[in-house]
């Protein structure tokens, strides 16, 4: 049986001489692993295809739970991404994520969207509040939404220093003061990647730096999972 889908490659493992085991979201079907057969060899016809962050229309054979690529038309092989060490572990750290909260056969077109938009956004823009924003919509729709704007316990408005409750996934104000501190630039930058009112002149480049870090420590506290490219990129930062 054939199946044609529209997948993002979120993670790859070499196998055999020159085959490669991809991991496919996929807008139909959720995730899944498809096999690329000899597409390692240099001119193999569907080498692009099998490179991690492509988008494309995928042809895949099915023979029970297995999948085999046959061919692929590429919608957007995200170029830009592959010129830049940052924008890559960035993407790299997109699709990790994905990978952790995906499991086989759900379908999440809305996750799958974002995830495509946002690395559109990635190689035109700021590779970080790319992903910082695809990162707090990841969490929303994994069931951890994060509320930015007012204090969990009192209410009060979130501004100037604040606490964040990791256990909890909830932001305090100064009185209130529950967890571990939060600079004022950090929350700024992530209200600003939520789509949220936000001041542009408290953004700074450490804000970047650290927005990841907590979103990445809340998100390995609540799936117990780990993404490497998320450490790699927030070291580069
Ligand atoms: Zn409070």
Redesign the pocket.
């Known amino acids: 049986m054939e199946v044609k889908v529209d997948a993002l490659v979120v993670r790859t493992a070499d196998y055999g001489e020159a085959d490669r085991m991809l991991t496919l979201f996929t807008l139909q079907n959720g995730k899944l692993s498809a096999a690329a057969k000899g597409v390692r060899k240099a001119k193999a016809r569907l080498n692009f295809a099998a490179q991690p962050f492509c988008f494309a229309e995928y042809v895949l054979a099915q023979k029970g739970e297995r999948y085999t690529v046959i061919s692929a038309t590429l919608t957007d092989g995200f170029y830009g991404l592959r010129q830049d060490i940052g924008k890559f572990y960035a993407a790299a750290t997109l699709a990790g994520l994905c990978d952790a909260v995906l499991q086989e056969g759900i379908v999440n077109e809305e996750l799958f969207l974002r995830a495509v938009a946002a690395l559109g956004q990635m190689c035109e823009g700021d590779e970080a509040e790319a992903l910082l924003s695809f990162f707090l919509k990841l969490l929303e729709l994994s069931g951890y939404m994060l509320d930015l704007s007012a204090?969990?316990?009192?209410?009060?408005v979130l501004e100037g220093k604040t606490f964040f409750d990791m256990a909890g996934g909830c932001f305090?104000?100064?009185?209130?003061?529950r967890g571990a501190g939060v600079s004022e630039s950090t929350l700024n930058l992530l209200k600003k990647c939520a789509g949220e009112e936000y001041d542009p002149a408290l953004l700074s480049q450490e804000g970047k730096k650290r927005a990841l870090k907590l979103l990445y420590a809340y998100f390995c506290r609540k799936t117990e999972t780990q993404v490497r490219a998320a450490e790699e990129y927030i070291a580069l930062l």
């Open positions: 204090c969990a316990d009192c209410g009060a305090t104000c100064a009185d209130c003061a």
